[in-house]
């Protein structure tokens, strides 16, 4: 018989590279180790030759950065999803593709089980599982992390040594660091006292407000349907889009956001993390969309908003329910195209001009000069009718405080003596 074949997640850190190996051992199995590049800048060099090295005896490094911002990061953008009112999940929606990577690699390889290096007390267990389960509910999930025989980092580090498995000098950085084109999310060491101010060397690719130009830098963004596709006039294909507001967006200190949030395995945990695209990205398009929604519209998205926001932390992406609120969301976006004109400057972003050919803004019904075409008379009947439950209410109110008691009887025995005659 053949061997089992086991498909691993595989970043090229510590975890993982260990991971591979005692896999291997405790399986007997051929180890395919899976890596997508989501744009993250940490441990890629020399990722095949690790992963060889750890006993992988075949692996993949595919390249899904494309994929992850046009059918995962800008849904969630279009969506405005944003959990807790603040952490656009750079983390969190490249679980699910991940996920459906490796399934597809299992499929292509005729594996029956795959290995992520989550531990136990996150939400990325749920989401890679719980997605798993979703694209492929005959394929068994290995999480090493939750039960293997290591108690700390030194003694992973020890089997590494004792095992001849490369690890890279980022494992004496104090964090644990998720980076990609999303944004960076950064936890542990100093950062799990809320009372500490995050240390300098925490943060990965933005100025500190304090650092950055004392200049502001405006930009332009052109949306089509709620999807951002063009800078300053060009238009730009959703890379080279993001990493150009990345870098505009770190160098001006935009996207740093200290959160103490709601984990979906029931603690407060403490994260910080970068965002600069995507910060700018939320602001303009809610500043496109202010413009561009009904009035209906806007406000049932924000509950929208804050029900897929959840879905997509709580890791159910590949659920029918998000699904349908996409579903909902992308008929939202059909008027969302236009232009905004935001600035940054030192860690903060404005809004300075926008513009769309949907606009609902219209000038001759918002002016107060003589151009006026708003019916002012009319506001008379709107109010009168508009107001009328209220005026009903306390009248009643009134009526009632001053004929409480009548002839000695109770308003109750009032209106039984009414009923009976
Ligand atoms: N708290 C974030 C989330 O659940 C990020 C998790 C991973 N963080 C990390 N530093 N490795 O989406």
């Avoid at 509950?303 to 659920?319: C, M, P």
Wanted: hydrophobic letters at 40%.
């Amino acid at each position: 018989m053949s061997k089992q074949k086991i498909v691993v997640a595989y970043s090229g850190g510590l975890d993982t590279s260990v991971m591979v190996h005692w896999l291997k051992n405790h399986y007997d199995a051929d180890i395919i180790t899976c890596t997508g590049n989501l744009g993250q800048t940490k441990e890629t060099a020399s990722l095949q030759e690790k992963a060889f090295a750890a006993g992988a005896s075949r692996i993949y490094y595919i390249d899904l950065r494309k994929e992850f911002l046009e059918q995962y990061a800008f849904p969630a953008l279009q969506a405005g999803a944003l959990y807790e009112e603040a952490y656009p999940m750079a983390t969190s929606i490249g679980r699910p593709l991940l996920a459906k990577t490796m399934v597809d690699i299992a499929r292509k390889e005729g594996a029956t089980m795959i290995a992520h290096g989550c531990t136990g007390k996150g939400n990325d267990q749920v989401r890679f599982e719980v997605s798993i389960g979703a694209l492929a509910p005959d394929i068994t999930v290995l999480a090493p992390l939750r039960t293997w025989e290591f108690k700390s980092r030194e003694e992973e580090i020890e089997y590494a040594a004792a095992n001849g498995i490369p690890v890279s000098a980022t494992v004496k950085s104090p964090y644990s660091i998720d980076e990609n084109l999303w944004g960076t999310s950064i936890e542990c060491g100093a950062l799990e006292d809320p009372m500490v101010e995050p240390p300098l060397d925490a943060f990965q690719s933005t100025s500190s407000p304090e650092s950055a130009p004392d200049e502001s830098e405006e930009v332009t963004i052109g949306f089509e349907k709620g999807i951002p596709v063009s800078i300053d006039g060009r238009e730009m294909e959703s890379i080279e889009l993001v990493e150009f507001l990345n870098a505009i967006g770190a160098r001006n200190a935009i996207g740093r956001i200290d959160l103490i949030e709601n984990r979906l395995v029931g603690i407060k945990s403490r994260e910080v993390y970068e965002a600069p695209a995507a910060t700018i990205l939320h602001f303009a398009h809610k500043e496109l969309e202010r413009l561009t929604l009904d009035k209906g519209v806007a406000h049932y998205k924000s509950i929208v908003a804050h029900e897929y926001a959840n879905l997509i932390y709580n890791g159910l992406w590949h659920s029918p329910l998000r699904e349908a609120l996409a579903a909902f969301v992308e008929k939202s976006q059909e008027r969302v195209s236009g232009i905004v004109k935001v600035r940054l400057y030192k860690g903060t972003v404005r809004i300075v001009a926008r513009s769309s050919a949907f606009s609902l803004y219209d000038p001759l019904l918002a002016t107060y000069t003589a151009e006026d075409q708003f019916d002012h008379k009319a506001s008379e009947g709107f109010i009168k009718i508009y107001g009328l439950p209220l005026k009903t209410y306390n009248r009643v109110l009134q009526k009632k405080n001053s004929t409480h008691k009548k002839n000695g009887q109770s308003q109750h025995q009032q209106q039984y003596a009414a009923v009976e005659q």
